[in-house]
């Protein structure tokens, strides 16, 4: 396992994270993992308990987690939001523009080569729950 | 025969494995009967050529032809643009093609 | 505004084609220095429209909505002479391809493109695509409004998209505003019709059509879409697919698979939904952008006085007014097509030095602008009826004054075998053969308009459903074998072809067309045309006459 990357400044929570059955069997818990298939909306009654979601990406072609991710996002959920599985540092600038602030990815990510792909673009086209201004924004004030 | 194909890294051109290196050219093919992974895998990795691999061809006096279409219109260019093949001075270069 | 009536890039739009320029470069660096292996760079290469095809890697240029200015028009000519082998092939996406591209050479093709105003960005990938529209968009006399704009808002929110840039499967999004339907609008993955209500323009949305492998009429969804929600709505609409559309199998991951197994009531019920909550989102940009970007589509400034005489003595001249140019909304104007499609050429194909001639007359004769259209073939939408002559002489010097628009030689056919890796047969011999076979005007002009459509593998990137006759190339024990079909059509009046029986080699199947249009000629009433006789007598009359 490679030590995961986060953008937060909170402390790491410990707790491991249990699958989405388990999460909604048990009132406890406060950390969960989503597959790719599951539906994040299940979680969205349930949010103030949780600090940690974790959504798996099997391969990295399987874009169904940028949805999942800016489900939660939109709803306001405001703990850790965790991409793990096959994340790799092409696909990071948009993962965090679908709210994910943390990567636990299977390979290594060159954090030079993230920082660069993060810098990149300096605008965006679109509006996301990242809360970056649009262009059509920028254009008309 | 076995033959192994791909497309030079850089420039995408069709190459064929020759023993040592790759070339445009599909008559100086051999070849690698079945143990050709571990050739497909050192060349994939030292980059000189993209996503190898392996097809079935067939001997003849000009050398070996490719036994489907599909690689025999990669080994020559383009039936409908003679100019652009590997041989567009050679009027009957294509008859072994279709 | 400047001359020129069309979008223009403003410092956003530049900033962001740039940077992907240099992404771009970083990638290809990072690939030949071996820190990316293919498997991780094929989808980079192909958000950038690179592929690895048949001969070489080949770079797919956008054309949004298929137009283009003089500029860029000979820059795509520069990029065929210098990084190309001398030519390129207008698509049926109405994009521009290059066959022979190094990949060590398309950063620096990227940047040129930049630098007017173009690029390759998501021409390829589970992405969205390239927006198309109506080739005749800002001149038709039947259009309600100009789709261009509104095919460029999507254009920009699409392009970058962190949601959606790995759908299960690739987005073809078609913007048209007539009746008239020259965009094959019902069969994309969202198709868009300008519609009025009230006095208010607004979108009709038709979800989940496509050709392919399991061709599907798009049904409507929404009957009207304010302007001022047109994102929320299209947002909803990939969000549904990008969390339910299969991913368990290439072949059934587009969106017409999802929009039927779920059924349109379903299917619509979810989007609504969905877009009842992205309304609150603020994702919409203000009505002052779709202002802002429609005043670039503004009027070229037409001379109001110029007269609609035209001296047709000339009698092949005439042919090609008659049969080449249609209605422009403004008096005194006509659209003319430039066919692509001479006898034993390529489709779609054109030399440096015609796409350079092309540039040229558009500058003098049409506002500096041109069109790409879904049959391969470009359009001066704005030429003065005086010019008409003049224009048509210089065509005729190059070879690019072929009569035969929407003919039986105009004929689409993807790249087949020549070029494709998926491809099971070659396409472009058909057509050439075919426009031998029927090469006299004369006969082409006594058959009428008839749309055939050559595909060399089940893809479809030949359109073979949607011709109202349609080639289809397999592969059958290793030789090329072709199937007919019949009833297709990618205008308003959309339908699917069926296939006739069994295939045909090469020269079968072009006669089984023979057949087939003789019995047309011989069935026909009045002004039938080839599609509509094919329809009130039935597939079996034809079938009688090809097996016997």
């Given amino acids: 396992m490679v030590e995961a990357i986060r953008f937060r400044d909170d402390n790491v929570h410990e707790e491991p994270a249990v699958s989405l059955d388990a999460f909604l069997d048990q009132s406890n818990a406060t950390a969960v993992r989503i597959e790719a298939g599951e539906d994040a909306r299940l979680l969205l009654p349930l949010l103030d308990r949780l600090a940690l979601i974790e959504i798996d990406f099997p391969v990295f072609g399987d874009g169904r987690g940028y949805s999942a991710a800016q489900i ?10 965790r991409a793990s599985g096959d994340v790799l540092v092409d696909q990071i600038a948009y993962m965090r523009r679908c709210g994910f602030d943390a990567f636990a990815p299977d390979a290594p990510i060159d954090a030079k080569v993230m920082k660069k792909a993060l810098d990149l673009y300096d605008e965006v086209y679109q509006g996301t729950t990242d809360s970056r201004a649009p262009i059509w924004k920028l254009r008309h004030g | 025969m076995k033959i192994l194909t791909g497309n030079d890294l850089k420039t995408g051109d069709v190459t064929w494995w020759t023993g040592s290196d790759w070339s445009r050219h ?3 093919a051999v070849d690698v009967g079945e143990n050709f992974e571990a050739i497909l895998h050192q060349e994939e990795a030292s980059r000189r050529v993209n996503v190898p691999y392996a097809i079935e061809a067939e001997m003849t006096d000009d050398g070996p032809r490719p036994a489907h279409i599909k690689d025999r219109v990669r080994a020559l260019g383009p039936t409908v643009r003679p100019d652009l093949t590997l041989k567009p001075a050679d009027p009957e270069a294509g008859n072994w093609v279709i | 505004m400047g001359d020129i009536s069309m979008y223009q890039y403003d410092k956003y739009d530049q900033q962001m084609v740039d940077t992907r320029v240099a992404e771009f470069r970083d990638q290809v660096e990072r690939r030949l220095a071996g820190e990316l292996t293919e498997d991780q760079f094929k989808p980079l290469r192909l958000m950038n429209g690179l592929y690895l095809q048949l001969h070489a890697y080949m770079l797919r240029v956008a054309i949004p909505y298929g137009t283009l200015n003089s500029k860029q028009m000979r820059m795509l000519g520069h990029i065929a002479r210098k990084y190309d082998r001398d030519y390129g092939h207008f698509t049926t996406r109405q994009n521009i391809q ?11 093709i990227l940047a040129n493109l930049a630098s007017v105003e173009m690029h390759a960005i998501q021409t390829s990938g589970n992405c969205i695509r390239n927006i198309s529209s109506d080739q005749y968009a800002g001149a038709a006399a039947d259009e309600i409004a100009d789709p261009r704009p509104w095919a460029e808002i999507l254009r920009q929110w699409s392009s970058f998209h962190p949601e959606f840039s790995y759908l299960p499967r690739k987005f073809k999004i078609a913007v048209i505003a007539s009746d008239e339907d020259r965009a094959a609008m019902r069969l994309h993955d969202i198709g868009i019709q300008l519609v009025h209500k009230d006095g208010e323009l607004g979108a009709k949305f038709f979800v989940g059509g496509g050709m392919g492998r399991t061709p599907m009429i798009a049904p409507e969804i929404r009957d009207f879409v304010p302007a001022d929600e047109l994102i929320s709505y299209a947002e909803a609409c990939l969000r549904v697919y990008n969390r339910y559309g299969r991913r368990d199998n290439k072949y059934k991951a587009r969106i017409k698979i999802l929009v039927h197994e779920l059924g349109k009531e379903e299917y619509t019920r979810q989007v609504e939904e969905e877009f009842a909550h992205m309304k609150t989102l603020g994702l919409n940009p203000p009505v002052e952008e779709l202002a802002r970007i429609t005043e670039y589509f503004a009027d070229p400034a037409f001379d109001k006085d110029a007269s609609d005489d035209l001296d047709l003595s000339d009698p092949d001249f005439n042919l090609w007014v008659d049969q080449n140019t249609v209605a422009h909304k403004q008096p005194g104007y006509a659209i003319a097509t430039i066919s692509l499609k001479p006898k034993s050429g390529i489709p779609g194909d054109a030399s440096s030095a015609q796409i350079d001639l092309m540039a ?20 001066l939408p704005h030429v003065k009826k005086s010019d008409l002559y003049a224009l048509w002489q210089k065509l005729d010097e190059a070879g690019l004054a072929p009569a035969n628009l929407d003919l039986i030689t105009d004929s689409i056919a993807c790249p087949g075998l020549d070029y494709c890796s998926l491809a099971n047969a070659r396409s472009i011999p058909l057509a050439q053969k075919i426009s031998e076979r029927f090469a006299d005007l004369g006969r082409q002009r006594e058959l009428g308009e008839l749309k055939l459509k050559i595909s060399g593998c089940i893809n479809a990137c030949g359109h073979h459903h949607a011709g109202h006759i349609g080639i289809l190339g397999v592969d059958r024990k290793g030789t090329e074998n072709y199937q007919l079909l019949l009833g297709g059509s990618a205008a308003e009046d959309t339908s699917l072809a069926k296939i006739t029986g069994p295939g045909f080699d090469e020269d079968g199947v072009i006669d089984a ?6 019995l047309y000629l011989k069935e026909r009433q009045e002004d039938e045309r080839f599609i509509d006789t094919y329809r009130r007598v039935g597939m079996a009359a034809f079938k009688e006459a090809i097996y016997g």
């Fill in chain 2, 26 to 28: 599909v008559e100086d």
């Fill in chain 1, 72 to 81: 939660l996002r939109e709803a306001g959920y405001k703990g850790e939001l």
């Fill in chain 3, 513 to 518: 067309i023979e057949t087939v249009t003789d």
């Fill in chain 3, 98 to 108: 290059y066959n022979w591209i190094k990949l060590e050479d398309a950063p620096d």
């Fill in chain 3, 360 to 379: 040229d007359l558009a500058e003098q004769y049409s506002f500096d602008e041109m069109r790409v259209t879904h049959s391969q073939n470009i359009v």
